[in-house]
T-cell receptor, first 115, second 112 residues
Framework: AQTVTQSQPEMSVQEAETVTLSCTYDTSESDYYLFWYKQPPSRQMILVIR??????QNATENRFSVNFQKAAKSFSLKISDSQLGDAAMYFC????????????FGTGTSLTVIP | EAQVTQNPRYLITVTGKKLTVTCSQN?????MSWYRQDPGLGLRQIYYSMNVEVTDKGDVPEGYKVSRKEKRNFPLILESPSPNQTSLYFC???????????FGPGTRLTVL
């Protein structure tokens, strides 16, 4: 089975500052997808950003960007200009491109935004 | 509105009493999944389905059953719930590419 590791159970950031959440994964496959999901206190799971492994360019979505290092099997999330609404649990997830529907999630990082 | 719905949202039950958590999506998605979320463990996939009558085990299938008789519905069945199945459960759906999963609002289950 694939494994996804988030080594930072908790992180904090000052409002308007930048924070980076770490994620590493273990796989022998070359074609896969990586995701970051946000879970606010409402418990709703919200897709933040997605990266296809075959793409060398790092994905960006407004204030959110990733640093995808395929050889190192690393997939970190950078949040710029942090806002109070960014406070949430963040999960990294992996999906092999050809298995259809098997997803593997990390254990999550709880992000606190300090006003 | 495109959405995944789950019912009930909250359920308290007793050991051994069979229960079903329903999941329905209105996006005509082929893929559907069930997850459980536990503190410190993240989300773990219980079962997934790639289409009607096609289901497969995820990482933690013991004690659960599913069925996919219609494309839009994917119920989770606990035949004999036990306290270690107390958890937050999510249903999710996606197209066959699986690139974007849409999650339901979650079901908080407590087994006494």
């Amino acid at each position: 089975a694939q494994t996804v590791t988030q080594s930072q159970p908790e992180m904090s950031v000052q409002e308007a500052e930048t924070v980076t959440l770490s994620c590493t994964y273990d796989t022998s496959e070359s074609d896969y997808y990586l995701f970051w999901y946000k879970q606010p206190p409402s418990r709703q799971m919200i897709l933040v950003i997605r990266q296809e492994a075959y793409k060398q360019q790092n994905a960006t979505e407004n204030r959110f960007s990733v640093n995808f290092q395929k050889a190192a099997k690393s997939f970190s999330l950078k949040i710029s200009d942090s806002q109070l609404g960014d406070a949430a649990m963040y999960f990294c997830a992996y999906r092999y491109a050809n298995t259809g529907n098997q997803f593997y999630f990390g254990t999550g990082t709880s992000l606190t935004v300090i006003p | 509105e495109a959405q995944v719905t789950q019912n009930p949202r909250y359920l308290i039950t007793v050991t051994g009493k069979k229960l079903t958590v329903t999941c329905s999506q209105n996006m005509n998605h082929e893929y559907m999944s069930w997850y459980r979320q536990d503190p410190g463990l993240g989300l773990r996939q219980i079962y997934y389905s790639m289409n009607v009558e096609v289901t497969d085990k995820g990482d933690v299938p013991e004690g659960y059953k599913v069925s996919r008789k219609e494309k839009r519905n994917f119920p989770l069945i606990l035949e004999s719930p036990s306290p270690n199945q107390t958890s937050l459960y999510f249903c999710a759906s996606s197209t066959w590419t699986g690139n974007t999963q849409y999650f339901g609002p979650g079901t908080r289950l407590t087994v006494l």
